[in-house]
């Protein structure tokens, strides 16, 4: 499939269309030489713009960035048809799929100059229409734009690069009006200029040219790492003096690669994709009457179409050509020919891709935690039986202490006491002779079991361990609380990072304080952390985190026999880490297990009762309107039946989000209602 099949960077003009097949190639200094197909006629600058189809003609049009001009619309044969006020445009990129005004557009984004800003288009009747909210001021001296389709959850981004290093990327949604807007989702700054960037949607890596450093991949999920990696290096590899500009190739399997300009040389570079971006060969471009470019520009693969005499090919911007700068069409057969390459078989229209997996986006997200790095970990949900939207979030952060949230997100209390892992509570705990909500958590500070009782009146924590209740562990880790079915009595299970766990019977010390009764030891071959019990059948879900999910006797007198449920080697939807574990309950002892599959950022569901099976996965992705973003690297999650107020009635999933991003933030915890998991997997919902 030829990458952006239908896009085509060059300037306005009228195009010199070729009869001749042209494109042979010759030698020059042992570097292979393609004369050009076809030579534009000056284009005055050479801009940006792309190709776009022509429904209702059948024709090809061009859509170029003029300038002060604006964005130009114009049949390749040069006949013009109208501009569209853009400020000064300058770089532009189009993306087919974009949903807007109750259809499906293609939509184009526009670098403007006059104030370096980003600005919206769509395509009506062929013309540039604005449908931008506004113009997205960027902050810094824009040098380029490319857009990105997200393979991991289907949003698009615009990245923005800089005349000072800036790599911005920018997700676009729709606002509540139907207008395209853009929210920053991550910066990346290198040390100097970045003229150029291209991305691949398939596989999600982003290209940029840094103009005296080289050429650099990274990962355009904003949810992952970076991941940033050389490409080829002024000096050092095969770029003589400057990066020049970039264009992707995709003709399928053994034929994607990666063109690359070494300005000053004139020569262009191959990469291909298939083998770690590896090294190919160079070759050079001339027109048609073989005069050298001396400075290749702007780059572009285009799509061929033999009604109008064009091959598949790469255009090259000459800004050096006698007769005015101008742009050339090399044939990608002649070029990859020239070096004993496959053009493979490129398509003319490339697929829109969808996220991975189901996906849903939260309807709120905490503050961020106070604490930087991997800080935010574990969340504990108290449902308001009397009155649902005053329900309650606890969330450790496991440099600083516990974190008292309300349903929006707000901070109502912040204890520091010391390095809290996870947390957990349960409801009906008898202390003093009346029933309090009891929350524990794994304090790695004392390595203790610290024991909170939450005032639901006063909305506050409130510290009611009978001294400190030592666990006698190295490093208490995993937590969760249980209530037995069979006597009543409430517990606590804290385990090692080694893989050893201990079980504690909470009792009332008879001072209005709780004690920690060391009741039970068992352990596993390798860390755990996330756990849930089930309290109505007297099981405990235990998350070993390169193994899989377990399940074993929560009872004090259960021994140490255990039972897989879920091994990741088993089920390629399981990623390690697997991480926390929630239970989210239909009644009648039916219902569902939610794990973390840290390793590729989704959660799995299986069945709670009978075989409990797998019933699939789902992702969190960002809500741009609401400007949430998605869910990435999650340690710690929670999950409820229970009504939470307004958009969580049927319950919800809490979660701790290791990347916040959209902007980049600390840590903190999003909230997703479970009626959009229910939809996302066809699951049912508590009444």
Same mark, same amino acid.
Request: with cysteine; aromatic share 6%.
């Given at each position: ?29 042992? *570097? !292979? ?10 284009? $005055? ?43 000064? #445009? ?66 698009? @981004? ?47 890596? *982003? @290209? ?11 990962? $355009? ?27 992707? @190739? ?55 179409? !033999? ?25 990608? #057969? =002649? ?27 939260? =309807? ?20 308001? &039986? ?29 204890? &520091? ?34 024991? @909170? ?16 209740? !030592? ?38 010390? /008879? ?31 235990? =998350?070993?985190?390169? *193994? ?82 998605? *869910? ?25 989000? $290791?990347?916040?991003?959209? &902007? /980049? ?23």
């Amino acid at each position: 499939m030829l990458y952006q099949a239908h896009r085509l960077l060059i300037g306005v003009s009228l195009w010199a269309l070729a009869t001749a097949t042209g494109g042979a190639a010759s030698a020059q200094d042992g *570097v !292979p030489t393609v004369a050009a197909v076809l030579d534009t006629l000056s284009v $005055g600058d050479a801009v940006g713009g792309v190709i776009v189809p022509d429904s209702a003609t059948g024709r090809r049009r061009l859509v170029s960035a003029a300038g002060l001009v604006g964005l130009q619309a114009s049949y390749l044969d040069g006949t013009r048809l109208v501009a569209t006020p853009a400020g000064e #445009a300058g770089a532009l990129d189009v993306r087919d799929g974009f949903h807007v005004r109750g259809r499906t557009e293609r939509l184009l984004v526009s670098t403007d100059k006059t104030d370096n800003s980003l600005r919206f288009f769509v395509l009506e009747a062929g013309a540039p229409v604005e449908i931008g909210a506004r113009s997205v001021a960027l902050g810094f001296a824009v040098e380029s734009v490319c857009l990105l389709r997200n393979t991991s959850d289907g949003g698009l @981004y615009a990245i923005a690069v800089g005349d000072g290093g800036e790599i911005e990327q920018l997700l676009i949604y729709v606002d509540a009006e139907g207008r395209a807007d853009a929210r920053p989702s991550r910066r990346i700054n290198l040390p100097s200029k970045i003229k150029y960037c291209v991305a691949d949607d398939a596989t999600g890596q *982003v @290209y940029v040219s840094q103009q005296a450093v080289g050429v650099w991949r990274f990962n $355009g999920d904003p949810e992952a790492d970076a991941a940033p990696a050389l490409v080829d290096a002024v000096g050092l590899g095969r770029i003589s003096e400057e990066s020049g500009s970039l264009a992707l @190739y995709d003709g399928g399997q053994g034929a994607r690669y990666l063109f690359a300009t070494d300005a000053s040389s004139g020569r262009l570079f191959v990469y291909d994709r298939d083998a770690g971006d590896a090294y190919r060969g160079a070759v050079r471009v001339t027109g048609r009457n073989g005069a050298p470019i001396k400075e290749p520009g702007a780059l572009q693969a285009a799509a061929a179409n !033999p009604d109008e005499g064009l091959p598949s090919g790469l255009l090259v911007a000459d800004e050096d050509s006698e007769a005015g700068a101008n742009y050339k069409l090399a044939s990608i #057969a =002649a070029l990859t020919g020239a070096l004993n390459l496959s053009a493979g078989s490129p398509s003319d229209i490339g697929a829109v891709l969808t996220p991975r997996l189901p996906a849903v986006t939260p =309807a709120a997200e905490t503050v961020p935690v106070a604490s930087p790095g991997d800080a935010a970990d574990d969340p504990a949900i108290w449902a308001d &039986p009397s009155n649902p939207a005053n329900s309650l979030i606890i969330g450790t952060d496991k440099k600083a202490g516990l974190n008292l949230y309300d349903m929006q997100g707000r901070v109502l209390q912040h204890l &520091p006491d010391g390095k809290m892992n996870n947390v957990d509570l349960r409801e009906g705990f008898m202390l003093g002779g009346r029933p309090v909500v009891l929350v524990t958590a794994s304090d790695r500070t004392n390595k203790a079991v610290a024991i @909170y009782r939450l005032d639901i009146e006063a909305r506050r924590l409130i510290d009611v361990a009978d001294g400190v209740q !030592p666990t006698g562990q190295g490093d208490p880790y995993g937590q969760c609380m249980y209530r037995s079915p069979r006597s009543g009595k409430t517990y606590v299970f804290i385990n090692d990072s080694n893989g050893e766990k201990r079980q504690w019977e909470l009792v009332d010390a /008879g001072n209005g304080k709780v004690r920690a009764v060391r009741v039970r030891d068992f352990a596993f071959t390798s860390q755990v952390e996330g756990c849930v019990a089930d309290d109505a059948t007297g099981q405990i879900y235990v =998350a070993e985190e390169d *193994v899989g999910l377990w399940r074993l006797s929560a009872e004090p007198d259960g021994g140490s026999a255990m039972t897989m449920i879920a091994r990741i080697s088993e089920n390629p939807a399981l990623k390690d880490d697997m991480e926390g574990v929630g239970l989210y309950d239909l009644g009648d002892g039916r219902g569902y297990l939610v794990v973390s599959s840290q390793g590729n950022d989704s959660y799995a569901v299986f069945r709670r009762e009978g075989d409990q099976a797998y019933l699939g996965s789902f992702i969190v992705v960002a809500d741009g309107q609401r400007g949430i973003d998605g *869910v990435s690297e999650t340690d710690g999650l929670e999950v409820t039946s229970r009504n939470l107020g307004p958009g969580f009635e049927h319950g919800a999933l809490i979660a701790q989000d $290791g990347r916040n991003v959209l &902007p /980049g933030e600390n840590q903190n915890f999003k909230y997703v209602p479970w009626a959009s998991i229910a939809a996302a997997l066809g699951l049912e919902m508590r009444r």
